[in-house]
């Protein structure tokens, strides 16, 4: 009788973890959502340095905000966002960054990853914290856009921002 007893708790254990597995796969699956998949080199990440400088940052209804990007090696820009153009009241940090084949980029606990990345521009997506995305755009070497894409209470809304070199 009670190797039968220890028979049936073994199938009862089998038998959940097997009914458990598909809800474990999807739970998975929806934190990987998104994920970017392409590897970039350092080469691609290199594409980007456009960005390095002083930027003034514009938006229909916004108020304008200014932001420094610097490259502080081949794998690493450190962004610094500010209230003033003066650049002289910092309000956020931000890291443009590669690592392990992909390129992030950080706002405070939010992190984006670049599912697209070269001389004309970077798309990213929503990883942690964060359910926006994003496109920076190329336009000139003293001048690049920000489209911002969210979906707010089942309504999207699009901003476009216009950056421009700051002398």
């Known amino acids: 009788m009670r190797s039968n007893v220890r028979v049936s708790w073994c199938a009862v254990a089998v038998v959940a973890t097997a009914l458990a597995l598909p809800s474990i796969a999807r739970a998975q699956g929806r934190s990987q959502r998104g994920q970017p998949k392409t590897p ?20 229909p209804g916004q108020p304008t905000m200014y932001e420094r990007v610097h490259f502080v090696d081949d794998s690493t820009a450190e962004i610094t966002y500010y209230r003033d153009a003066a650049m002289a009241q910092p309000t956020a940090n931000g890291r443009l960054y590669l690592s392990a084949g992909r390129v992030y980029h950080t706002f405070g606990p939010d992190r984006w990853g670049a599912t697209h990345v070269d001389s004309d521009g970077l798309f990213f997506v929503p990883q942690v914290n964060a359910t926006n995305t994003f496109r920076w755009d190329y336009k000139s070497p003293n001048e690049w856009s920000m489209t911002l894409r969210t979906g707010v209470g089942g309504h999207n809304r699009v901003t476009v921002w216009d950056l421009k070199r700051i002398p």
């Open 40 to 59: 970039f080199a350092p080469a691609d990440f290199a594409k980007v340095r456009w960005l390095e400088g002083s930027w003034s940052a514009t938006a």
